[in-house]
């Protein structure tokens, strides 16, 4: 059990990332569209490359020793990716929420306040970081699990950045925007300490319990992140931000992973 508090307590400080960039909002008056879609393209390039580098191959890796062969084990990742994306397009369909720039989704959004309609889009993007992070400690390899814990903990700073300006585009205080965007980076112990038990209660479906988090993932830099910063007129500027993102992601796994 000891791997499932260490987890919980990495996807923790990476969720209290999210408070440093909301930081900003005590130095910044206003954030332009660009800087944002940058910042959150680059905040993308992260999450896939973490997909990949952290979830994917280590997942199909664990498969192959578990269930023999290759082949065996690349159909139990694809089915936690699937399945991991399709329960994030599920509970999307079905909890009401609010993008940046992309507005509400969901069903009935007018009877929600605006503001939870953030917490809960937010809170959408931070559960399956979380539960990366602990199914990467779980797994056994320390060294993995402090990878996906660094790498989130990078993208989850322009995460709080705009969250923070969001929420003072609908008149929030500069220190009640902070605190909300500092208090949704607490989904991601929530997720750390989920993905870390359901591995440790059951070990054999750790590869796909590692897809499974990585299909969550893709599903939001597909589905939200990517729409998001492409609303505007910096296409170009935000695919070379996720490409930044991306490789910076994959030189701290190849370094330290």
Known sequence: MDIVWLGALASLLAGLATGIGALAVFFIKTLSDRVQDSM????????????????????????????????????????????????????????????????????????????????????????????????GFAGGDVQNGYVLATGIGIQNIPEGLAVAFSLLSINYSRFRAFGVALLTGLAEPIGGIFGAALVCLAEPIMPWTLGFAAGAMLFIISNEIIPETHRNSYKTLATFSLLGGFVVMMFLDATLG
């Open 40 to 135: 959150l393209a680059g905040a993308a390039g992260v999450m896939l490359a973490a997909s990949f580098f952290s979830l994917l191959l280590p997942g199909l890796a664990y498969g192959e020793s578990l269930a023999g062969t290759t082949w065996a084990a690349a159909l139990i990742v694809i089915a936690g990716v699937l399945s991991g994306a399709g329960a994030l397009y599920f509970i999307h369909q079905k909890l009401p929420h609010e993008h940046f720039n992309l507005g509400p989704e969901g069903p009935d959004t007018y009877q929600i306040r605006r503001i939870w309609l953030f917490i809960i889009a937010i809170t959408l993007h931070n559960f399956p970081e979380g539960m990366a992070v602990g199914v």
